[in-house]
């Protein structure tokens, strides 16, 4: 089926799936924000609202921003491979600044407020998947960006990173739920189970995250949703495929 233009049309479902998830995503971002503001006193680089300014940062950058990086491929279906590299990209440079700027945050508060760094499972988890996120970052720019690797070590690094992408995001959201809880137990050492509506609406922030990890990763886990290769793409993979697999030889058909 094609559009008035003559591009192939998308699938009928995907948009409304990707309207949910912004929907879901920009709640996350809202709700952080509300949490921080209205009962935490709200952002600044000193004292305890520096605190405030790592929750924020992580979901922005390795939630929110990374789940529409994986989204990028199954968006922009009639756009060149460059533009939808660009926009991919883009929106890492932008994630990985904003959660470098969450994880500078809180180990500077911790420093200047004498707490101990490293001690909960939430910064074990944090640590490794930021880490991890780091490595990636790298090698993917390395790897798609410049222009002296060859097609065939691009294709062959396409799949690890793919799963590496998803397990990322996986894990960011893993690591925030337990940063939610963390933060809540502090905040009501005793009274947590009295239903304190601030504990309510750091629950609810949980959920939610979910809700955006699982639409998120239906998306890109369908296989009748990914991009279609474009006309002159599809003769770079046939030229490739020559060059990997070889012509055929005479007596196979
Ligand atoms: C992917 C997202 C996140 C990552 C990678 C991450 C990473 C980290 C790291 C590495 C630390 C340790 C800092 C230190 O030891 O000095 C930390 C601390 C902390 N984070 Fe997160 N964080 C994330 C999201 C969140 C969220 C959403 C919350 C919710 C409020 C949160 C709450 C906390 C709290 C309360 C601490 C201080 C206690 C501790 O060290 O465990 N984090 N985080």
């Known amino acids: 089926m094609e559009d008035t233009l003559g591009r192939p049309r998308g699938p009928a479902w995907l948009p409304c799936y990707v309207v949910g998830s912004q929907v879901l995503g920009l709640a996350v971002l809202a709700i952080t924000g509300a949490w921080m503001t209205h009962y935490r006193g709200g952002f600044a680089w000193e004292g305890s609202l520096q ?33 939808t590299k660009i926009v991919h990209g883009t929106l890492h440079v932008f994630a990985f600044i904003i959660a470098l700027i969450g994880v500078i945050a809180v180990f500077d508060y911790h420093k200047k407020q004498k ?35 060859s097609i065939s070590h691009r294709s062959r690094y396409k799949s690890l990173h793919v799963f590496f992408g998803v397990t990322l995001f996986v894990l960011a959201i893993g690591t925030s739920l337990l940063g939610i809880k963390e933060k809540l137990l502090f905040t009501f050492p005793s009274d947590y189970s009295q239903f304190p509506a601030e504990a309510m609406l750091g629950n609810a922030l949980g959920l939610l995250l979910i809700a955006f990890g699982v639409v998120i990763a239906y998306i890109v886990i369908r296989d009748d949703w990914k991009r279609p290769l474009l006309p002159e793409e599809q003769a770079l993979s046939m030229d490739f495929k020559t060059l990997t697999e070889g012509a055929e030889s005479p007596g196979e058909q």
């Open 115 to 149: 707490i101990a760094d490293m001690y909960s499972l939430h910064s074990w988890c944090g640590i490794i998947t930021f880490t991890l996120y780091f490595v990636q970052w790298i090698i993917g720019l390395v790897v798609f960006l410049f222009p002296g690797v």
């Open 51 to 83: 605190f405030n300014v790592h929750p924020l940062c992580m979901v922005i950058g390795m939630v929110f921003l990374c789940g529409d990086a994986l989204l990028v491929y199954r968006v922009f279906r009639n756009e060149t491979k460059r533009v």
